[in-house]
């Protein structure tokens, strides 16, 4: 089946600094990727769409300015966080959709676990 | 998204069979259902999805109530290694973008 990646999978970083985390489709295209935030214990939150060469569509609540997602290619979608704080650790994940058909199957990275200190 | 509501959580021994619900009362005409799964750490898992009719594949089974209104996840031989939660989700083909929005899920233990 298709695979997602990501990269890294866990980070720590200080406050105040900015993470890159990269969602990449390994064997297949992808023009809309996703990405989701999940806090211990709960499921996952819906932070935004992606879309190649595009802007990406933010779900309400999620501030665009501090989760910047660029989708520069078809296998490829990063989401920037910037000036991290403590309250932004949380596992990240990103999906990628398979195009084609009536049915677009939905593929999950392995999730990024970001830690800020 | 039409909602869907699941247990928050079941429990089963090993080698026995798992049914897991779902009920979607307002799932409409072009919504498909979809299992994912999501074990401790890792990304969500496709399971199975189905439409009208029930569904096998070789990890589950996707029964299908006749009026769509709910739906049943069935693992025929539970593993410790099914231990996950299980999220139904509706998908709705007609939806600019396809995304998932998950609900609460299903946590499943399974017992030695």
């Known amino acids: 089946g298709a695979v997602v990646s990501q990269h890294p999978s866990w980070v720590i970083c200080k406050s105040g600094t900015s993470v890159k985390i990269e969602c990449r489709s390994l064997d297949f295209q992808a023009t809309t990727m996703f990405w989701y935030r999940q806090f211990p214990k709960q499921s996952l939150m819906l932070m935004a769409t992606?879309?190649?060469?595009?802007?990406?569509?933010?779900e309400q609540g999620v501030e665009k300015d501090k989760f910047l997602i660029n989708h520069a290619s078809l296998t490829l979608s990063t989401l920037t966080v910037t000036s991290a704080h403590p309250e932004d650790s949380s596992f990240y994940i990103c999906?990628?959709?398979?195009?084609?058909?009536?049915?677009?199957?939905?593929?999950f990275g392995p999730g990024t676990r970001l830690t800020v200190l | 998204d039409a909602k869907t509501t699941q247990p928050n959580s079941m429990e089963s021994n090993e080698e026995e069979p798992v049914h897991l619900p779902c009920n979607h009362s307002t799932i409409s005409g072009t919504d498909y259902i979809h299992w994912y799964r999501q074990l401790p750490s890792q990304g969500p898992e496709y399971v199975i999805h189905g439409l009208t009719s029930n569904v096998n594949n070789r990890m589950a089974s996707l029964a299908i109530a006749e009026d769509r209104k709910s739906s049943t996840l069935i693992l025929h031989r539970a593993t410790l290694r099914d231990a996950a939660v299980y999220y139904c989700?509706?998908?709705?083909?007609?939806?600019?973008?396809?995304?998932?929005?998950f609900g609460a899920g299903t946590r499943l233990f399974v017992k030695a």
């Open positions: 989700i509706l998908r709705d083909v007609n939806t600019g973008g396809f995304k998932t929005i």
């Open positions: 999906s990628a959709n398979l195009a084609g058909g009536p049915y677009n199957e939905q593929f």
């Open positions: 992606s879309n190649e060469g595009s802007k990406a569509t933010y």
